[in-house]
């Protein structure tokens, strides 16, 4: 698996993030709902490639039917794509996620990101939650427990620091627990190639 895909609402960081990972100046921006072909950068030092998928996150004021599609185009991107995706990195906000989350979950509702947790599970592709902007956050612990709770991780939320849950701050570049994550599964990956 040679490709990293990287997805998240408007606004939570991603473009700082990617900048952060590759080293290129680029911006994720754009209309919120309008799916552009995934982008692919260099990591730099390793040899894979981040993809972009815009709008999946945040789609209010899209209609209906338009956002069935852009749904629709990102699965077959990702199902079509799934060996060759290491890992399916969710960029949240650590400081609005929660409420987020909890507004958005209803009887007929499941949150778009939760939607895409499973996705990526049921496609084989390992979810990771790169947790951003932890600088605004004063209650980590708390707030990174009730995170994982919301995607069914039990806490402690240091329980899935290995594979799963990455804090950081890509403002300031601090995304080692990112990198380290994403390194983990690439040599549990190398790993399995061995056997
Ligand atoms: P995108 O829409 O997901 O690509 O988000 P951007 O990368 O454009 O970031 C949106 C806003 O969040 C910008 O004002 C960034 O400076 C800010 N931001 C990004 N990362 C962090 C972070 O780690 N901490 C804080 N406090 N702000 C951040």
Do not use: C
């Not at 390793?46 to 209609?63: A, H, K, N, R, T």
């Not at 509702?109 to 592709?125: C, K, M, N, T």
């Not at 919301?150 to 990455?166: C, H, M, S």
């Not at 627990?177 to 549990?188: G, I, K, P, T």
């Amino acid at each position: 698996a040679d490709e990293v895909v990287l997805v998240g609402r408007s606004n939570v960081g991603k473009s700082t993030l990617m900048r952060e990972l590759t080293g290129h100046q680029f911006d994720t921006g754009g209309k919120p709902g309008v799916t552009r072909q995934p982008n692919h950068y260099d990591w730099a030092g390793d040899d894979f490639v981040i993809s972009d998928l815009p709008g999946f996150g945040f789609m209010s004021g899209v209609e209906e039917e338009h956002r069935e599609s852009i749904k629709t185009d990102i699965v077959h991107y990702l199902e079509e794509n799934a060996d060759n995706i290491l890992v399916g990195v969710i960029v949240l906000d650590g400081k609005a996620a929660v409420d987020i989350i909890d507004r958005h979950s209803g009887e007929d509702e499941v949150p778009h990101v939760i939607d895409l947790y499973y996705l990526f599970e049921d496609l084989g592709i390992p979810p990771v939650l790169a947790v951003n902007k932890m600088d605004k956050v004063d209650d980590r612990d708390e707030r990174l427990n009730e995170i994982a709770d919301r995607f069914g991780l039990f806490p402690p939320w240091e329980q899935w620091a290995d594979d799963t849950i990455a804090p950081i701050t890509a403002k300031k570049g601090s995304i080692g627990a990112l990198e380290d994550v994403v390194r983990h599964h690439l040599e549990s990956e190398k790993r399995d190639d061995l056997k």
